[in-house]
């Protein structure tokens, strides 16, 4: 019974606490690979940048170079806290698929984080579809009837998946499949 009454106090709260079930947090992210000019003295590096989005928050961006005070995990763990991220609140992580960029999200809020490839990524990864079957097409197959049947379904796919149709992208790819 007293539980029940902290719960509902706290629920009615314009200062509540208990705020893990909240939206879920998106971070999305990606790195790049400075290159030194060729003959100086310097060496390749790696820079991660960021944005962190939670619903009624402006974004939050963020980036991380090497030979800096504050680690990359500790950048990001700040970088939530400020957007309002408590520890059992849901995150989200996009990125170009870098396991590396989700296992540092992971360790900062030392907890589980939904993965997503994002569009970009994959469209670029039908593209690889797009020309296979170009190839393929071009060829001295004697047979290409299935391939040019599939070709009208390839060549409307990342159209499809950029501009976020994902039940006809879904559709298109099983029946290039099958």
Known sequence: M???SIE?????????????????ITVSMDGAYIRALPGYQTRHF???????????RPSRHFAVAPNVVASRVSTVGNALRAQGWQ?????????DGDPALAGTVRSAVRGPVKHILD????SMRARHVEQS?????????????????ASLDIDRLR????????????????RVAY
């Open 46 to 56: 790696e820079v991660t940048i960021g944005r962190i989005d939670a619903d009624g």
């Open 119 to 122: 569009w970009f990524h994959i």
């Open 133 to 149: 079957i170009t190839g393929l097409l071009g060829s001295a197959l004697p047979h290409k009837g299935p391939l040019s049947y």
């Open 159 to 174: 159209h499809l998946i950029w501009n976020g149709y994902a039940e006809e992208a879904h559709q298109a790819l099983r």
């Open 87 to 95: 520890p059992g609140r849901e995150v989200i992580v996009l990125s």
């Open 2 to 4: 007293l539980f029940r």
């Open 8 to 24: 509902a106090h706290d629920n009615a709260s314009p200062h509540r606490m208990s705020r893990a079930r909240a939206t879920p």
